[in-house]
């Protein structure tokens, strides 16, 4: 695993994105939630598994899914021996991935939705409540327009919003707010940075219950707009 940032952030082995070193408040609840549940839980686009790791040693039984074969055997590799049991990795890719219905008590998404345009953003979140048990829970964390580079494009966000773009944060080029020495070669094109209300917004789309949706920081900023941050329920 790359060595993390000063800012306790993880480059992916694929260039794609990031990992954080530590858990955001809904990923915390994830693994609480999981810890506690006796079904199967989802981490959905895991990378080297954080969250999984934390909800593993809460006793939760997980599944721990990314793109990336390399993250999940970093993920093996990081878990200790008595949990092993508990664990199972899968390589896929949203939105191609399919479980079967009902098959898990919690999913955990976080900073992964981003990557995807609209339509698969809402494709994807349709596909976690057929996932879901009855009662299951989905907790979401997406980047916002507000953080990074992105924030120069804060005020034409709220402009789109306003207008009733369902996307307002799409970015069809990235490289129109990366310096040069920020670019790498794998990234992606795009990007769909939302706020709590997109991802709230797509949840009740998918038909689940928002218990929760607001912003996040980063440890170091916990009163920023870093992330969005969405827990929903599946109706029992």
């Given at each position: 695993m790359?060595?993390?940032?000063?800012?306790g952030?993880v480059?992916?082995l694929?260039?794609?994105?990031?990992?954080?070193?530590?858990?955001?408040p809904?990923?915390t609840?994830?693994?609480?939630?999981?810890?506690?549940?006796d079904?199967?839980?989802?981490?959905?686009?895991c990378?080297?598994?954080i969250?999984?790791?934390t909800?593993?040693e809460?006793?939760?039984?997980?599944?721990a899914?990314d793109m990336d074969?390399?993250?999940?055997?970093v993920l093996?590799s990081?878990t200790?021996p008595?949990?092993?049991g508990q664990?199972?990795?899968?390589?896929?890719?949203?939105?191609?991935?399919a479980?079967?219905?009902?098959?898990?008590?919690?999913?955990?998404c976080?900073?992964?939705?981003?990557?995807?345009?609209?339509?698969?953003?809402?494709?994807?979140?349709?596909?976690?409540?057929?996932?879901?048990?009855?009662g299951?829970?989905?907790f979401?964390?997406a980047?916002?327009?507000?953080?990074?580079?992105w924030?120069r494009?804060?005020?034409?966000?709220?402009k789109?919003?306003?207008?009733?773009d369902?996307?307002?944060?799409f970015i069809?080029d990235?490289?129109?707010?990366?310096?040069?020495?920020?670019?790498t070669k794998?990234?992606l094109?795009?990007?769909?940075?939302?706020?709590?209300?997109i991802?709230?917004r797509a949840?009740?789309e998918?038909?689940?219950?928002?218990?929760?949706?607001?912003f996040?920081?980063?440890?170091?900023?916990p009163d920023?707009?870093?992330?969005?941050?969405?827990?929903?329920?599946?109706a029992?």
């Amino acid at each position: 695993m790359p060595e993390a940032t000063d800012r306790g952030m993880v480059p992916t082995l694929n260039n794609k994105g990031f990992m954080s070193t530590s858990l955001d408040p809904v990923s915390t609840a994830f693994t609480i939630y999981a810890g506690q549940s006796d079904g199967l839980s989802l981490d959905l686009g895991c990378a080297y598994g954080i969250a999984s790791l934390t909800a593993l040693e809460r006793g939760a039984r997980i599944v721990a899914c990314d793109m990336d074969p390399g993250h999940i055997q970093v993920l093996l590799s990081k878990t200790s021996p008595d949990l092993q049991g508990q664990l199972s990795g899968i390589v896929a890719e949203m939105p191609k991935i399919a479980f079967q219905p009902n098959s898990f008590a919690a999913i955990l998404c976080s900073r992964a939705l981003h990557f995807l345009i609209g339509d698969h953003v809402s494709e994807t979140i349709a596909a976690m409540a057929d996932w879901l048990e009855p009662g299951g829970k989905v907790f979401l964390i997406a980047d916002t327009p507000y953080t990074g580079f992105w924030a120069r494009g804060a005020a034409d966000y709220e402009k789109r919003k306003a207008a009733g773009d369902l996307w307002p944060g799409f970015i069809p080029d990235v490289t129109v707010y990366l310096p040069d020495q920020a670019r790498t070669k794998a990234q992606l094109r795009h990007l769909n940075p939302m706020d709590p209300d997109i991802l709230a917004r797509a949840c009740k789309e998918a038909g689940l219950i928002v218990e929760h949706a607001d912003f996040s920081g980063r440890p170091d900023q916990p009163d920023s707009k870093t992330h969005a941050g969405v827990i929903a329920a599946k109706a029992g």
